[in-house]
């Protein structure tokens, strides 16, 4: 009894297919089918395993990704202090237009505000707070205006005095029985005896250490106090020698004495020394 196997072969040689394929096998026709459908299947292999080469081998890539973001992002530091400035301008803003609100309303508020000043009204907390400061800088402002006005006043009745006194020198004889000391003279004079008593003066000593206790208005109040201090002291005929002590550089009251003396602070006899000095 013949088996399953040799019965299927001898049905394939029997049939015309087995003739064709030996006829194929003869001219290498087949051969050349087999090989190029093999090419065929190791070039698709071969093209997957390149693309895999490629996306697992190529790190240049990768690096220039990254390049490229960090790049573009921004410095963190760069960014925080953009964004802090934008809110504080923006704050500023808001702050000004309130303040200007307020006016519209009737309610006591300077003609004039700084920046300085709506960073203090910012500061304050409560809209009680806001208005206290706010009618403090009104009246401040109204008392520099008055005085402004008085100089004014003064100064066009001392031009008309002068032109009543060259009218009647015109006309009569000058009196020169008072000497006429200038200012600049009396100057000199003040300024001598400062530098004299930083050499020899009994010493006036102003403890500058309490600055950070005090607000805004309490420290403007106490550079009054000094520079009247001073203002005296200067024009004495024996004056003291006035000495600050624990006075920073840079510090708040040499700021304020900055903004009030301006190109005089560097000019006045007197001694300020910090805390390390003594």
């Not at 808001?94 to 309303?105: G, I, N, Q, T």
């Not at 000593?205 to 009247?228: G, P």
Request: aromatic share 8%.
């Amino acid at each position: 009894m013949m088996s399953l196997g040799t019965v299927l072969r001898k049905a394939i040689r029997g049939s015309g297919f087995y003739a064709i394929i030996q006829e194929g096998i003869r001219h290498g026709v087949l051969v050349k089918l087999i090989s190029q459908k093999s090419s065929v299947r190791t070039l698709c292999l071969s093209h997957g395993l390149r693309k895999e080469e490629t996306k697992s081998h190529n790190p240049a890539e990768l690096d220039l990704d990254g390049w490229k973001t960090m790049m573009k992002s921004d410095p963190p530091e760069a960014e925080n202090e953009t964004v802090s400035e934008t809110n504080e301008d923006s704050s500023l803003t808001a702050m000004r237009e309130l303040v200007e609100m307020w006016r519209l309303a009737g309610k006591m508020v300077p003609e004039n505000i700084s920046e300085e000043q709506l960073k203090i009204l910012m500061e304050l907390s409560t809209k009680s707070s806001r208005k206290k400061y706010l009618k403090h800088l009104t009246i401040k402002e109204g008392l520099k205006k008055s005085r402004r006005e008085k100089k004014e006043k003064l100064k066009e009745a001392r031009k008309a005095d002068l032109e009543s006194l060259e009218e009647k020198e015109e006309s009569g004889l000058r009196n020169t029985f008072f000497l006429h000391v200038l200012q600049r003279t009396m100057d000199n004079m003040y300024n001598a005896k400062a530098a004299q008593s930083m050499l020899f003066g009994q010493p006036l000593v102003f403890d500058m250490a309490y600055s950070s206790y005090m607000s805004k208005r309490e420290l403007e109040n106490t550079v009054n106090q000094l520079m009247e201090s001073e203002g005296w002291n200067r024009r004495s005929p024996d004056p003291f020698h006035i000495h600050f002590c624990n006075f920073e550089t840079d510090g708040t009251y040499h700021k304020e004495f900055i903004r009030r003396y301006q190109e005089a602070w560097d000019r006045l006899f007197l001694t300020a020394t910090r805390s390390e000095e003594h």
